[in-house]
């Protein structure tokens, strides 16, 4: 199965610059990050840069949302 190198633009201020590079399954898919009792939501803009010379693919944050009590 293939895996995606995404860095993370946009969202809260307080994400640090190791958190921003993750690994997507899928460009189609929206990776979620666990912060402050919710999360952000980032999404592929279908854009990629090459970052350390890896292609990889551009996510940006679209939304927040609460963990389900």
Avoid: N, Q
């Amino acid at each position: 199965m293939a895996s995606y190198k995404a860095v993370l633009v946009g969202g809260p201020a307080g994400i640090t610059d190791e958190d921003r590079i993750r690994h997507a399954k899928s460009l189609d898919d929206t990776i979620k990050c666990p912060r402050y009792g919710g999360y952000e939501h980032f999404r592929h803009t279908g854009e990629f840069v090459s970052l350390d010379g890896e292609p990889t693919a551009i996510f940006e944050w679209t939304a927040r949302t609460k963990v389900a009590e």
